[in-house]
T-cell receptor, first 109, second 116 residues
Framework: GQNIDQPTEMTATEGAIVQINCTYQ??????LFWYQQHAGEAPTFLSY????GLEEKGRFSSFLSRSKGYSYLLLKELQMKDSASYLC??????????FGDGTTLTVKP | DTGVSQDPRHKITKRGQNVTFRCDPI?????LYWYRQTLGQGPEFLTY????????KSRLLSDRFSAERPKGSFSTLEIQRTEQGDSAMYLC??????????????FGPGTRLTVL
């Protein structure tokens, strides 16, 4: 089966840095995605990693270690609008992605 | 708006009724996915198409669920004899699958189904 683990909830302060971890055990691996989902809305794409290392995109960075089955999403200079659920998803074959249950991030002033 | 669209956005039905949802993907995307999401959970894969071919269907999906993409463009998801446990948000996503790229999926706004 497929198993993707992320913390259920995290809290951080506006302007700070937060790291959201994701570990996975899947039958296949064709890349790992991070999505942001605000309450009542659809997920929106944040990042994609297929090779080991760090991918940086503005205030957001994502890291992957395939040998460890581990990824993290790093959010810098947190803003109130970053309060949302962050979903880790593994593309387990050429098409299907398996999602974690998401980490609900609350940013406080 | 050239994003993924879904219709209806909300559907309330009585147990035992049939419902059908529609998804219009981004026009140049060849792959289309259906997911189901309940509160506090991540999206759960239901099925996906490449052009008009249905390539995979989740084993979790009962025979009451069927999906089509007859012309390789829009898709429909039908649920027959709805049950209260079918109440969820049904998400559609599309992607451009090719020799390169990430298969990044673009999601529609979802159809929220409530079965009374």
């Amino acid at each position: 089966g497929q198993n993707i683990d992320q913390p259920t909830e995290m809290t951080a302060t506006e302007g700070a840095i937060v790291q959201i971890n994701c570990t996975y055990q899947t039958s296949g691996f064709n890349g790992l995605f991070w999505y942001q989902q605000h309450a009542g809305e659809a997920p929106t794409f944040l990042s994609y990693n297929v090779l080991d290392g760090l991918e940086e995109k503005g205030r957001f960075s994502s890291f992957l270690s395939r040998s460890k089955g581990y990824s993290y999403l790093l959010l810098k200079e947190l803003q109130m609008k970053d309060s949302a659920s962050y979903l880790c998803a593994v593309n387990v074959d050429a098409g299907k992605s398996t999602f974690g249950d998401g980490t609900t991030l609350t940013v406080k002033p | 708006d050239t994003g993924v669209s879904q219709d209806p956005r909300h559907k309330i039905t009585k147990r035992g009724q049939n419902v059908t949802f529609r998804c219009d993907p981004i026009s140049e995307h060849n792959r289309l996915y259906w997911y189901r999401q309940t509160l506090g959970q991540g999206p759960e894969f239901l099925t996906y198409f490449q052009n008009e071919a249905q390539l995979e269907k989740s084993r979790l999906l009962s025979d009451r669920f069927s999906a089509e993409r007859p012309k390789g463009s829009f898709s429909t998801l039908e649920i027959q004899r709805t049950e209260q446990g079918d109440s969820a948000m049904y998400l559609c996503a599309s992607s451009l699958h090719g020799t390169s790229g990430s298969d990044e999926q673009f999601f529609g706004p979802g159809t929220r189904l409530t079965v009374l």
